[in-house]
């Protein structure tokens, strides 16, 4: 059996312990020894990213917000699906965690970070939607946590932020789908939400990709 490797660890501003393992040709983000993500497991984290795409071929230069880095899974998805001219936003409040992307992980981690088209900010989702002062077509939001006060004044944030045409694209847990999307429809949006597996042949939709528009034809299709 092949050994995991602590590639890095770090304690996070609110105290929980970090860490990125190698094991076998993967990697994972674990967070007090809870796994929130992997190479292994990304179909949420690309699902999200798609689920923004549908919408992106409406603008000329469309301007993304990507909240959450991760293992950069649905950052390079969206780099992939977005044109030369696209301006997109990274939001990630764990500066560590985009230095281990630059130092850490090797040549595809460090080059999505130095794209073109990209601008990095080491922020909050509020605090970089103030920095930037723009408002969005696409906003990727990736997260794993309950509604918290926190979160809340994020998704509002992202509303009030969002162009008249544009869609909002959340990924959590499932069982956390219907707060997320109750709250985005108190801020008058159309919602749906589209239950996913860990990997495209998982039978168990252990995640949700909650989307949010101003109209519910800007929602992308739904089985």
């Known amino acids: 059996m092949k050994p995991s490797i602590t590639l890095a660890a770090t304690t996070t501003p609110s105290g929980s312990n970090l860490e990125c393992v190698s094991h076998d040709k993967d990697i994972y983000l674990y967070l007090d020894r809870q796994p929130i993500c992997s190479t292994r497991a990304c179909e949420p984290e690309l699902a999200l990213a798609r689920a923004g795409g549908t919408r992106i071929s409406i603008y000329r230069t469309p301007n993304i917000l990507v909240a959450g880095l991760g293992l950069g899974q649905c950052l390079h998805e969206m780099l992939t699906l977005a044109p030369d001219k696209a301006m997109i936003h990274l939001s990630e409040p764990l500066k560590v965690l985009i230095d281990w992307h630059r130092d850490l992980l090797g040549d595809d981690y460090r080059m999505a970070l130095q794209d073109h088209r990209l601008t990095v900010h080491p922020t909050s989702i509020t605090s970089t939607i103030k920095q ?27 509303v009030g932020s969002l162009n008249p045409k544009g869609i909002i694209c959340v990924k959590a ?29 998982a039978r168990t939709r252990t995640h949700a ?11 992308p299709y739904q089985d």
């Open 209 to 219: 990709i909650i989307c949010a528009a101003r109209k519910s034809e800007f929602l």
């Open 132 to 158: 930037t002062d723009r408002n969005f077509d696409i906003i990727l939001i990736s997260t794993d946590s309950a509604l918290t006060t926190a979160s809340v004044n994020a998704l509002r944030a992202c």
């Open 173 to 201: 847990l499932r069982e956390n789908a219907p707060r997320i999307s109750s709250s985005l429809e108190g801020a008058r949006l159309h919602t749906c939400i589209t239950p996913v597996g860990a990997r495209p042949e």
